[in-house]
């Protein structure tokens, strides 16, 4: 499916078993692809379609990088259909775990809010805020959804706001341009829906300028579908690529230097504001698959950034910086703080 295909234009069953297809073409990256197929069967209509890729995912041989995003989209899909009881149990079990990624805490806490299950929305949003972002002093682009989710919550329960609710709207302010640029708290605001019934023409052009801007910054987030990827290959892989390529000798000099780099070009790029950052690691099967496919050499270096591109488009990125106390991007033992991310 082409990026600017209107939604209404596609045919989710069709998309659903091509991603299937692809999937079974690219095992490395049928986690993610059989995520995208069982999200089309949902929007089609598909629900038990949907929850059996969930489960074929999750019964899987191979172990999954995301395991708690899976639950918490199985438990998300199952409520829709008439299974709240199954639901609530994985919910139960997935905020029991305390996931470090912050999409299966937002995925839960929203089908708990879209169920009028607000007060405990409230908490799960609170708890995956208060684990991912205490003693943060920058909170990561991925963990946004979950301010944003806790505020909006938050302000559907009349309750006062505190720390977080201000630091989300900071942060949404920030990252709204100036001509759009509205608070959560209008936003949030549980009032607007009635301002949508009104038949005073002010207040029906005060609502639809506060819906554009909230439809921007949602375009504005939908434009980043993956990250801004620097490319990292373990020593092996290294070794073996500069063996059999030594043209990109002058790009890799040494795997130390490679390492330093990936990190010094990651701190650059956050410092100048850019956002969603991430690291994708290269293998050299898939690096000369990638290669022939382009009908290029893979020893031309500048291939490299295109290959790091493409792997981020399949969802091979994790997020950099790491959330606090996960181990270290480059695979060692230590956790990020006592290894690449110290100062």
């Known amino acids: 499916m082409r990026p600017d295909t209107p939604a209404e234009n596609v045919d989710h069953t069709a998309e659903a078993a091509r991603l299937e297809r692809t999937a079974g073409l690219y095992p490395e990256d049928a986690e993610a692809l059989l995520l995208q197929a069982a999200a089309h069967l949902e929007l089609s209509g598909n ?11 999750l019964s899987s041989t191979g172990s999954l990088e995301n395991p ?51 007060e405990a929305a409230q908490e799960t949003f609170t708890e995956g805020v208060t684990l991912l972002l205490t003693d943060v002093p920058e909170p990561p682009y991925s963990t946004h959804p979950l301010l ?12 006062a706001h505190d720390d977080w609710d201000t630091l989300a709207d900071t942060i949404h302010l920030t990252h709204s341009s100036p001509a759009s640029a509205v608070s959560l708290d209008e936003l949030h605001d549980p009032k607007r829906v009635w301002s ?46 500069l063996e059999a390529y030594p043209t990109l000798a002058d790009e890799y000099p040494s795997h130390e230097t490679h390492l330093a780099t990936i990190e010094a ?15 994708v690691t290269g293998t050299v099967p898939s690096y000369e698959a990638f290669a022939a496919s382009e009908g290029t050499s893979p020893g031309d270096a500048s291939l490299l950034p295109q290959y790091a591109t493409t792997l981020a488009a399949r969802g091979r990125a994790v997020e950099w910086p790491p959330q606090r106390g996960a181990a270290c991007w480059c695979g060692s033992n230590r956790t990020y703080g006592q290894c690449h991310g110290a100062e």
């Open 196 to 241: 949508l019934g009104s038949n005073n023409p002010a207040e029906l052009e005060a609502e639809i300028s506060r819906l554009r801007a909230e439809l921007g910054a949602y375009r504005e987030a939908l434009s980043r579908p993956f990250p801004v990827a620097v490319l990292h290959w373990p020593a092996p892989e290294l070794r073996e690529l």
């Open 68 to 118: 708690y995003l899976v639950r918490a989209l199985k438990a998300s899909n199952l409520w829709e259909y008439g299974h709240e009881a199954e639901a609530r149990a994985i919910i139960d079990g997935v905020r029991a775990a305390a996931p470090r990624d912050p999409a299966p805490w937002v995925i839960v806490a929203e089908a708990l809010e879209s169920h009028d299950e607000l």
């Open 265 to 279: 070009s990651l701190r650059e790029l956050a410092s100048s504001g850019t956002p969603n950052l991430g690291i």
């Open 148 to 159: 944003y989710g806790r505020h909006r919550v938050r302000r559907m329960l009349g309750a």
């Open 47 to 57: 629900r038990p379609a949907a929850s059996t890729l969930y489960d074929r995912l």
